[in-house]
Nanobody, 119 residues
Framework: QVELVESGGGLVQPGGSLRLSCSAS???????????MGWYRQAPGKEREWVAS???????EYADAFKGRFTISRGNAKTTLYLQMNSLRPEDTAVYYC??????????WGQGTQVTVAS
């Protein structure tokens, strides 16, 4: 079982930046089974949407809406995931979730962290 804990959310003014973190824990077997990690978000009244993903190889992909503003990365231990968010807009207000996908085709989700962009 993989457990994910997000942090770094909060209130930020439009145009500001935030860096979200996601820490993965579990058995060595479980952690080694992770082959991709990603960020999703869900705004009030909307469906959850994919933001970005990164594979164990280090290759990253982004939804078009976030290219150039958001950057996904991993820590050296590869059990920490980051999302650097720049030029934030009020419409970026949402709960941001971390997801880990495994070689067993199972997905694990964190509880989410709230990001509010407002002046």
């Amino acid at each position: 079982q993989v457990e994910l804990v997000e942090s770094g959310g909060g209130l930020v003014q439009p145009g500001g930046s935030l860096r979200l973190s996601c820490s993965a824990s579990g058995s060595i077997v479980s952690l080694n089974s992770i082959n991709t990690m990603g960020w999703y978000r869900q705004a009030p009244g909307k469906e959850r949407e994919w933001v970005a993903s990164i594979r164990t190889s280090g290759s990253a992909e982004y939804a078009d809406a976030f290219k150039g503003r958001f950057t996904i990365s991993r820590g050296n231990a590869k059990t920490t995931l980051y999302l650097q968010m720049n030029s934030l807009r009020p419409e970026d207000t949402a709960v941001y979730y971390c997801k880990a996908g495994t070689v067993y085709r199972t997905d694990h989700w964190g509880q989410g962290t709230q990001v509010t962009v407002a002046s």
